[in-house]
């Protein structure tokens, strides 16, 4: 099962948004709605944003929205912040019945 | 609060053997699946299994399926990790984590056992 395509590396300026594409295929984020996002702080274990594609965890800032179209899932960070500098982690199911990451997006807060 | 401790890790040689396991309290631990996934110095994270919340249900990662298996005692709310015919590909930091429901949402993790693979 090969990772998920996600950028290297995004950045912005505090206030904006900004949006983490995830890319799969046909056999996992294209095939259901089982597309997570987390989010990990260096030196930390990581954080629940999204589950579902689209749904947050109670706790977990409105700031932060997910979505999906064919083979690719977003996350978008709105108002971004100091504190969101951080790795993030799409994963989806898979037609295999097992979970796939994608390989990291790195977020620089400018 | 919910707690999961990992433990387990160390160095070990190529083609041995090593168990980790994942201590959970501070809430029903049979109520739960329980994910490994593991994160290899300085890079992403991996899904590596999973295991029902009554240990009936059990699936593997390509890479680590016929070697690893995972196992849980609800009586003693620990899971564990027996990993065979380890190679260097094997070295990571390795986090167990709840998952509500069966979406991979995974709302606790621990703070991880470090693997080493080396002669």
């Known amino acids: 099962q090969s990772a998920l395509t996600q950028p290297a590396s995004v950045s912005g300026s505090p206030g904006q948004s900004i949006t983490i594409s995830c890319t799969g295929t046909s056999s996992d984020v294209g095939a259901y709605n089982y597309v997570s996002w987390y989010q990990q702080h260096p030196g930390k274990a990581p954080k629940v944003l999204i589950y579902e594609v689209n749904n947050r965890p109670s706790g977990v800032s409105n700031r932060f929205s997910g979505s999906k179209s064919g083979n690719t899932a977003s996350l978008t960070i709105s108002g971004l912040q100091a504190e969101d500098e951080a790795d993030y982690y799409c994963?989806?199911?898979?037609?295999?019945?097992?979970?796939?990451f994608g390989g990291g997006t790195k977020l620089t807060v400018l | 609060q919910v707690q999961l401790v990992e433990s387990g890790g160390g160095v070990v040689q190529p083609g041995r053997s090593l168990r980790l396991s994942c201590a959970a309290s501070g809430f029903t631990f049979s109520g739960y699946s329980i994910q490994w996934v593991r994160q290899a110095p300085g890079r992403g994270l991996e899904w590596v299994a999973v295991?029902?919340?009554?240990?009936?249900?059990?699936y593997y990662a390509d890479a680590v399926r016929g070697r690893f298996t995972i196992s849980r005692d609800n009586s003693k709310n620990t899971v564990s990790l027996q990993m065979n015919s380890l190679t260097a590909e094997d070295a990571a930091l390795y986090y167990c984590?709840?998952?509500?429901?069966?979406?991979?949402?995974?709302?606790?993790w621990g703070q991880g056992t470090l693997v080493t693979v080396s002669s």
């Open positions: 994963c989806s199911h898979t037609s295999s019945i097992t979970w796939v």
């Open positions: 984590a709840r998952e509500v429901g069966t979406t991979f949402l995974l709302d606790y």
């Open positions: 295991v029902s919340n009554d240990g009936t249900i059990k």
